[in-house]
Structures are given as C-alpha cells and as structure tokens.
C-alpha cells in the first residue's frame, strides 16, 4: 500500500515567499517615508497658521499622521518577523520532506509489495512503515501550524478601518467616549471585531479616563459590559502594567473598583493581574450572571442563556459552596481565577483556585481530560484537583502553603462515541489559551514581594495532551509536570521533553516530567494507536515511552499503596488515579511540590514494552512488573 503525502506535498517555496515579501516591505517602507514627510509638513504648517483653538480640537479628533506611520512601521515590522519565521520553517519542513522521501524509499526496496518476509521482517515491516507514516503526519501538522501562526500574525497586524462610531474629542464630553467603548464592546462580545487585539487596547484607553459614575453608566447603557473578556493572545505583561497605572491616579483605586464592578469579565480574565483582583471581578460575573438566569426562569427578561449555560452557572456556584463548606475553619480560600461565561461556542470557562495563588509557596495547576465541562462535571474535576491538593499538603512544611488552580478554561473533547479525543484540534486550541494563562499566572508572580512560587502542572487523560502544547509555548519554565493516564502527546507540540519549558529534575539532569500509566488502563492507551492510522488527525506517542525522555513513575501499587485499575481520576472503591490510598496519588501529589525524592523511576524502554504487550493483547497475563531504578 502507498503512502499518503497529500499532507506534505503542497509545502510551498520559502524562496519564491521571501521574494515576493522583500518587495512588499520596500514598497511599505516607501509609503511609510512619504507619509513621514506629510506630517513634518502639517506640523509647519499647524505652527505658521496659528489656528483657533477650536479648528485644533477638531483636528484632534483624527488620528495624528506620525501615530499612523507608528503603527504602520510596527505592524510592518511585525509583519516581517513572522514571515521571516515562516520562511525558515519552511525551509526545515522541506528538507525534514526530503528525508521522509528517502526513507520511503528506502522501505519500499526493503520490504518490496508481495515479498515472502519471515514473522520478525514482518514487526519490522510494521514499525518502519508506521514511523514513516507518524512523521509525514508530523509534519503535515507542523505545516499547519506554521501556517496558522503567520495568519494570526497577518490577522493582528492587519491595516483595517476603525469601526464606525462617534468620533472621542479630546474634552469634547464623556458621552463621545461612551458611544465609542459601547461600540468596541459589542464588537468584542459578538466577534465582530476585525483586530481584537488592537480594539482591545482601544476600549483600556477609554475606560482609564473615565470617571467611576461614567463607567457605571455605560454599564447601564451596554449590558454586554459585563460580558467583555480579553481577547486571545493579549500581553499579560502590558495588561499588568495598564492596571498598576490606573492605581497611580487620582481616584485611582475607585476607578479600579468600578471597573471590577462593572467591566467584571474583562478584569476576572485579565492575565498578568492578581489573583485577588480577578476572584473579586469574577464573583461579581457569576453573581450578575445568576442575577439574570432568575429573571429568565421568572419571565422578567429572556437574556438568551440555553439550558446547558444555565446548568453549568449554577454548577459552578453550587461547587464554590460545596468547597467553601469543606474548608470552612481552615482558613483556605475558594475562588475564581477565570470566568468567561460565554466561553468557547457558547460553553461557559472557568478556573477555581484552591487557596490563593498569589500568597502560596507552591503553585498548581490540574489540567482534566475528555469529557469534562461546566455543565457536565465540575464538581467531580474539582474533586480531583482537591485530592491532590489536599495529598500535596502532608508534604509542606510548616511555613509552606500550596494552591491549586482547578483549569476549565477550554473546551474539552466530548466523551464516546464522539471520536474528537483522537483528534488534536481541541488540544491546540486549548493549548494557545493555557499558555495565556500560565503566562499570566507568570508575570503575577513577577510582581510579588517574595520570592517565586514552585510552580507545576498536573494533567490527566487528553489533559497531558492540551498541557504539552501550552508547555512547548509558554515563556518561562515551570519546576515540573506530571501526566497521569494520558491519552497520548502530539509530536507536532514536542517530540521530546526538552521540547517543553520545565526545569531538569536534578537526579537524571532531564527535565522534571513525570508520567505514569497503569497496566489496567486501556482506555488511556487508544488515542495513541488509533491516532497513529492513516487518516485520522497527529499520531501521538506515549509519555512513558523511550523516546520521550521523561521520568516514569509507578501506578499499580508495588509500593505506598494500591494500584490503579482503569482509567478514572476517581472510583469511589480506591482504585482510580487519584483516590485516597493510591501508590500514585501519593506519587503525584508529591512530585507536583518537588517532594518526590525518593519515589522510584523506571526504565522507559521497559515502561514502553509493558504498553505495548497491553495494547496488542489486554487480556493476556501481565509480564511483571519492571526492575526499579532508584536515580
């Protein structure tokens, strides 16, 4: 049977790209220079005329011409970095192309079609052609990528009309700016937005001058308000930096309560703020939000929410209660750290915080898997990030406290029969709004008084799938990760794991990535082989396997507990990954906090082999379980 390479076969020309790039950035950097000219000559011109005081007002009004070439020379510049960086990858997929071919190639002589091949050629025959086929899946998604990441850019950097609202007059009245942040906010709420990012910049520029009461006001004019959350992709840093100046004003911190009051969701979801800030903003959301779900069931107002979104609001409340309740005399925070109640395709997001992050010497964050949503299971995923966190605690010390940040800030694939866990989509785009959060959970740190947390991520099941893409992007290094029952790693994400942003476990000088895998769980296991056929999406490769390079823990109960026997986090009969009693969620909770240094790691290629016999013949005897290596 031939190989399909309809996947990489359409990789263009980086050359004939570069060329046809150069031409259009001496033809921009022209105009640009032109338009330069035309503003030393308005300047002159403003200054020789001396006009009233009026006319300069009315000027005002309009873009100032040397704040258009500032952005053109910006967007430009951008422009070009991201086509340089698409060229050069271009140029790596296509050699990484021909290696492909030549090993095809060098199959097809070795295993001729019709060829009598002994039992041994015929496992040999398999892996060749199923490496051969894992790699032109690769890089048909490294392709893909590529390609997206260059549309973002030309999408953010795009020269596009500002959108057709009253014009804001420099002390020309406060109702100006209303219209036009009412405007900007609808278009950001709907996605009718052509440049998110840069209205996004537009409407923090209106709200820092208003007043308290104007805020309000347009909160009483625009309901969508409440509902505004940063777009994709906006710098945490700059988000940080906007807030930290608002409190520098005068009137400074009432305007920052007005805005938590009345422009909740876009400051509960603005990275690189404190934790306190957001949990304050988004417990305003969620209040407003159930405020409005009554007046639906009362007949009061039809607010357009559908009876999943409703379902998933008061899932919500009801599992910060049942938290709180569990806590109560502890002391231990439950709060919001995200809350988006429209989400992604109308499924509301959301991520709770066990204790407070911007106090805890140890940060955690716990990625679910398939299945999981608002509406369907919050309370059970909250249940097990609690586990840990609660497991991660017997391992502090008196003056070390940890935080847990229960992530449902993606949509996550549905369970079976959907089939849409062996695809990666939900695990990409998961990944870029992890990264966001990280991120900013990052530049938060930054800002503290003490020193930085240890900061991990815990992820189960298609959770490992989502976290690894977020690891591989994000722009500083977390202390360790820890996957457990994971549904397979995209190799487009990282082949290995150097490929990700974790610090070296300091026993085996190879990043801190800990993975375990029970020999009883077969469900973990399908993703991997199913996805590595020809025609489903990016074949995946297991974390615990040889090539990976991670560290591999035990699960199925050779010591400090019983073994696991399926897939679930939790079973209720103490055998799931995550119940009480468990050799790994002793194994987990203490390698999340850096307090795993005696639990014994294996040997991957054996770990690997032990998969295999499991997925080829689940029912057979399991071999035992492999010699230990204490690192």
Same mark, same amino acid.
């Given at each position: ?232 992709? =906006?710098?945490? %840093? ?8 608002? $409190?520098?004003?005068?009137? @400074? /911190?009432? #305007?920052? &309560? ?69 806590? =109560?005399?502890? %002391? ?8 988006? $109640?429209?989400?992604?395709? @109308? /499924?509301? #997001?959301? &991520? ?87 991120? @900013? ?191």
């Amino acid at each position: 049977m031939p190989f399909n390479t309809s996947y990489i076969d359409s990789i263009p020309n980086p050359e004939t790209i570069s060329s046809a790039w150069g031409t259009l950035r001496r033809g921009a950097t022209s105009a640009i220079t032109h338009l330069d000219g035309a503003a030393t000559k308005w300047k002159t011109i403003d200054a020789q005329l001396r006009l009233p005081a009026e006319m300069r007002e009315f000027y005002a009004a309009f873009e100032p011409v040397e704040q258009t070439t500032g952005e053109l020379e910006e967007k430009v510049r951008n422009v070009g970095s991201a086509v340089d960086e698409y060229v050069e990858t271009l140029r790596g997929l296509r050699e990484w192309r021909t290696r492909i071919r030549g090993d095809i190639n060098s199959y097809t002589s070795t295993y001729p079609e019709g060829a009598d091949l002994s039992l041994g050629d015929r496992w040999d025959r398999y892996w060749a052609r199923k490496g051969i086929q894992d790699d032109i899946h690769s890089l048909g998604v490294s392709f893909e990528l590529a390609e997206e990441r260059l549309e973002r850019a030309l999408s953010t950097n795009a020269l596009t009309a500002p959108p057709v609202v009253p014009l804001h007059f420099p002390g020309g009245g406060d109702r100006f700016d209303r219209a036009q942040a009412s405007a900007l906010v609808d278009a950001l709420v709907k996605g009718t937005s052509q440049d998110p990012i840069a209205d996004y910049r537009k409407l923090l520029a209106l709200l820092e001058d208003m007043s308290p009461e104007d805020i309000a006001q347009l909160a009483r004019e625009n309901p969508n308000m409440v509902l505004v959350v940063p777009p994709t992709g =906006a710098d945490a %840093g700059r988000n940080r930096k906007w807030w930290d100046a608002l $409190s520098r004003k005068p009137g @400074g /911190e009432e #305007l920052q &309560a007005a805005l938590k009051e009345h422009a909740s969701s876009l400051i509960g979801n603005m990275e690189g703020l404190t934790y306190e800030d957001r949990n304050e903003a988004n417990r305003r959301t969620l209040e407003i939000v159930l405020q409005r779900v009554q007046e639906q069931k009362n007949g009061i107002r039809d607010w357009g929410y559908t009876s999943k979104q409703i379902q998933a609001y008061e899932n919500l409340q009801q599992t910060l209660e049942s938290g709180r309740a569990r806590q =109560a005399g502890s %002391g231990t925070e439950i709060g919001l750290l995200a809350f988006d $109640s429209i989400g992604v395709d @109308g /499924e509301p #997001l959301a &991520a709770i915080a066990i204790g407070n992050p911007d106090r805890a010497t140890h940060q955690s964050w716990y990625i679910p898997g398939m299945g999981s949503s608002l509406e369907r299971n919050i309370g059970g995923v909250y249940g097990d990030a609690e586990s840990i966190w609660n497991k991660q605690q017997e391992s502090l010390g008196a003056h070390e406290s940890n935080s847990m940040v229960v992530w449902m800030g993606y949509d996550a694939p549905k369970m079976a029969p959907s089939t849409e866990v062996l695809r990666s989509t939900h695990a990409r785009e998961g990944g870029v709004l992890l990264t966001d959060a990280l991120n @900013g959970m990052n530049v938060a740190n930054t800002h503290r008084s003490g020193p930085m947390p240890y900061t991990s991520v815990t992820a189960h099941s298609y959770g490992t799938t989502t976290a690894t893409y977020a690891l591989a992007n994000i722009d500083f290094k977390v202390n360790s990760a820890v996957y457990f029952g994971s549904a397979g790693l995209d190799k487009a994400a990282a082949s290995t794991a150097d490929g990700l942003q974790v610090l070296p476990d300091p026993r085996t000088d190879r990043p801190a990535v800990y993975a375990g895998t029970a020999m009883r769980d077969n469900v973990a296991r399908i993703p991997t082989v199913l996805s590595s056929q020809e025609g489903w999406s990016t074949p995946r490769y297991s974390p615990t396997g040889e090539r990976f390079g991670g560290n591999v823990f035990q699960v199925d109960g050779e010591d400090r507990g019983a073994g696991v026997s399926g897939h679930e986090a939790r079973k209720g009969d103490r055998r799931g990954y995550l119940d009480e009693g468990t050799q790994s969620l002793d194994s987990i909770a203490r390698l999340s906090v850096g307090r795993g240094d005696d639990i014994p790691l294996y040997d991957e290629g054996e770990r690997d082999y032990l998969e295999y016999v499991t997925v080829t013949a689940p029912h057979a005897t399991p071999a035992p379980p492999p010699e230990r290596i204490d690192r």
